[in-house]
């Protein structure tokens, strides 16, 4: 569904991508881990058409990315940057339902649509009509996850979407994600810090180092088998490599065998 072929990216003459090929397949998780700076926000903002590439493409659905099928695709993304990037101006409701209000979706539907987000999210309906600087950065990042899902997407591009949240709704929103990704057969693109968090939504994990992918494929293989000496470093860098990887086994579906 997402493909980035030969894709290459400088800011100001410094490299952020330099010559990416990765595949994500449709109705699976594909999460981006790695260094900070090595690269994985630019691959979000490139698939958002937010920036374009120097070299190479990206494709959406078999088609490149490209001023005359950018607002069709983008129609078909959902979006949420690294800090949830909420207007300030705008309240919570305000927000989630800005598209789906310029799509011309009738009240009653947006409505409807946008409390079933925030049961899913557990905003409680006292925030609703808050600004996002009346809210606290969890509560931000709910918001912001509900915007980029409010017109049921094809594609969800998630910039560390629960890395505010504190670690009961995190462990809670985890787990209703992927069920949800999965059940809708959504084809999700999610950037992570926590490779615990990697290893539980991914299908394909894909580590990156200094604009490059270094190892992509499943869990279970990134920690069994590292390409490089860095892969591994990267796991054992992390509090419990052993549990990651049974729980890594636990997560494996039978196309990962
Ligand atoms: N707008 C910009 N102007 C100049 N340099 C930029 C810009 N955006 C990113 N960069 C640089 O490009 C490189 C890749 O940045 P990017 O945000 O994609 O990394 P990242 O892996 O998402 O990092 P992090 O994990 O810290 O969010 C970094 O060296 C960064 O400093």
Redesign the pocket.
Known sequence: MLRYLGVRKQ??G?I?LDGVDLDCPEGRTSVLI?P???????LLRLAAGLIRPDRGGVWFEGAPLAANNLRAARLRMGYMI?EGGLFPHLSVRGNVELMARELGWPAERRRARFSELAELVRLPARLWERYPLELSGGQRQRAALMRALMLDPDLILLDEPLGALDPIIRVELQRELAAIFARLHKTVLM?T?DLAEAVFFGDRLVLMRAGCVVQQGSAQALLQSPAEAFVADFVNAQRAPQRLLAEAAEHMRPADV
């Open positions: 800011y100001s410094q952020a790695g900070s700076g090595c690269g994985k926000s630019t690294q950037v810090h």
